[in-house]
């Protein structure tokens, strides 16, 4: 059995960090990857452990030196998978990364062997509720993320899988599945 790299992508909201910290706590061999970005912490966040929160100069650095395995901007800020940390910790376990889909694709790139798996929501509808309900940002922001939505969702095609969110016990363990399967192949 071989270890695999997984990229969880989808849209903002539709619950990639949910699903990414339940499979983490279920599965021993998995390792989250923790990307780096110039972002603010949001309330509850930690840095190390949600993302490791560096400046715009250090990121720039990192970019320098080949020290990512990907990166990308959103929202006026930068966010990058760091190579040495995945490449580190591939050696001994699974490792999943939860990237948006520019970055997933950047990642099978370079890594081919990288799976990609699409975390759809059941509906627009539902996406938007759950955003308004995490009550984190402003309306205007809301409304960035959800015009980003039609965007990742139509490069769904180009993933491996694509997982619906309508119910997180179920999302979770087709996603098990695929990794066994994957592992196996
Ligand atoms: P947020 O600010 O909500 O945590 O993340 C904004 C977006 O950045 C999300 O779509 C998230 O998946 C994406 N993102 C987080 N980490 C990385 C990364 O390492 N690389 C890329 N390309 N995107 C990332």
Redesign the pocket.
């Known amino acids: 059995m071989r270890n695999v790299l997984i990229v969880l992508?989808g849209p903002?909201g539709v619950g990639?960090g949910t699903i990414a910290n339940k499979l983490i706590e279920r599965n021993s061999n998995l390792a989250l990857s923790v990307?780096?970005?110039t972002?603010n912490p949001r309330e509850g966040e930690i840095d190390g452990k949600h993302?490791f929160f560096i400046s715009k100069e250090d990121f720039k650095d990192k970019v320098k030196n080949d020290g990512f395995l990907?990166?990308?901007e959103?929202?006026e800020?930068f966010?990058?998978?760091p190579r040495e940390f995945v490449e580190t910790k591939l050696q001994s376990k699974d490792v999943l990364?939860?990237?948006?889909v520019?970055?997933g694709l950047?990642v099978k790139a370079n890594y081919p062997k990288a799976i990609l798996i699409m975390i759809a929501p059941p509906s627009e509808e539902e996406l938007y509720a759950r955003l308004i309900g995490r009550a984190t940002e402003s309306e205007e922001k809301i409304k960035l993320r959800m015009s980003r939505l039609n965007f990742e969702l139509s490069q769904s095609d180009k993933y491996d899988y694509t997982v619906v969110n309508d119910d997180l016990q179920k999302a979770i363990e087709q996603i098990e599945e695929i990794i066994k399967y994957e592992k196996n192949k």
């Open positions: 992508s903002s990639k990307s780096c970005t972002r993302y990907e990166y990308s959103h929202f800020n966010y990058g998978t990364l939860e990237i948006d520019n970055g950047n």
